[in-house]
């Protein structure tokens, strides 16, 4: 069975960090492509951050430099990190971590797996 299981949101003060991380299991997933979306109330699920199956890395311009993706390919779980720096309050949103098949993979619609998501809240 496959899961992708995030943990790590919480309710964090603007200009705070968090560390979300996000374990994949149920098949192979150390050649897809990694990522983290996220969506507000009211928002349509947007792309936030990828990572290949090589490490190269990729992010919407809102939080370059702010996030970083990382990935640890263990021998059956594929875990994925996002570090979270400078938090801002429009940041506040459900982050869902997702698989793909394809580089780069910046639409939801190119995502083959999603995990259920992890509320991240900001404080102003």
């Known amino acids: 069975q496959v899961q992708l299981v995030e943990s790590g949101g919480g309710l964090v003060q603007a200009g705070g960090s968090l560390r979300l991380s996000c374990a994949a299991s149920?098949?192979?997933?150390?050649?897809?492509?990694m990522g983290w979306f996220r969506q507000a109330p009211g928002k349509e699920r947007e792309f936030v951050a990828g990572?290949?199956?090589?490490?190269?890395?990729?992010?919407a311009d809102s939080v370059k430099g702010r996030f970083t993706i990382s990935r640890d390919n263990a021998k059956n779980t594929v875990t994925v990190y996002l570090q979270m720096n400078s938090l801002k309050p429009e940041d506040t949103a459900v982050y869902y971590c997702?698989?793909?098949?394809?580089?780069?993979?910046?639409?939801?619609?190119?995502?083959?797996?999603w995990g259920q998501g992890t509320q991240v809240t900001v404080s102003s």
């Open positions: 149920g098949r192979t997933f150390s050649s897809h492509t």
């Open positions: 990572i290949s199956w090589s490490g190269g890395t990729y992010y």
């Open positions: 997702a698989a793909a098949l394809r580089i780069p993979a910046m639409e939801v619609a190119e995502q083959n797996y």
